[in-house]
């Protein structure tokens, strides 16, 4: 199975690229995926190479690659700091540029990080609608870390139990695909009448 990790973070160290990196291992805990698997997305890397696919329509070569691996991962574990009370501008540019189809049912953990708890609603009143609007299936643990939250009692657990949540998606999601092909797919009004009878 394929992780991709977008991390929005700006600095280095980057406390959003660290809480990026838990949420890996703690994914990786829940269901193996091996290290050449894991793949992580740094948008600071590639920031010119956004600014310059919204004035000419073609990504760079790095952004292309970035843009693929996300496309064909099995699950997402994407995480931007807060910036003025929502997620920050290189991050949602990067989905921006995304193909409007490419996270269609594509298992998202959603997290963010910020000075202040404050801002925690952030994960629901910005980047869960987001990937709702992407059509992507959103774990229902979103994990916010404030600058006091390192090191103290809640986090480690939120992480964890945003990880299973995630990687049971993305054993679900890997263990249907085979069958998919086969499915049939019956009109809802098919079904409502089979159920009248």
């Not at 793949?39 to 890397?45: H, S």
């Not at 993305?170 to 998919?180: Q, T």
């Amino acid at each position: 199975m394929r992780l991709v990790v977008v991390s929005a973070g700006l600095s280095v160290p980057s406390s959003t690229r660290l809480l990026a990196d838990r949420l890996a291992t703690a994914v990786d805990r829940q269901t193996p995926v091996d290290v050449e698997d894991v793949e992580v997305v740094e948008l600071r890397d590639l920031a010119v190479e956004i600014a310059h696919h919204f004035t000419n329509g073609f990504p760079g070569r790095e952004l292309a690659a970035a843009l693929d691996a996300v496309t064909a991962a099995d699950g997402l574990i994407v995480v931007t700091p807060v910036f003025s009370a929502s997620y920050s501008g290189l991050f949602k540019s990067f989905f921006d540029v995304l193909e409007k189809d490419a996270l269609t049912g594509k298992p998202v953990l959603i997290a963010a990080t910020g000075g202040s708890a404050r801002h925690s609603l952030v994960l629901e009143h910005a980047l869960r609608p987001l990937f709702a609007h992407l059509r992507a299936v959103v774990v229902p643990t979103a994990v916010y870390a404030a600058s006091e939250d390192w090191g103290a009692p809640g986090l480690p657990e939120r992480i964890e139990r945003a990880a299973g949540e995630l990687a049971g998606l993305m054993n679900g999601l890997s263990a249907a695909r085979p069958d998919r092909a086969g499915l049939e797919v019956v009109p809802f009004e098919e079904r409502l009448a089979a159920l009248r009878t």
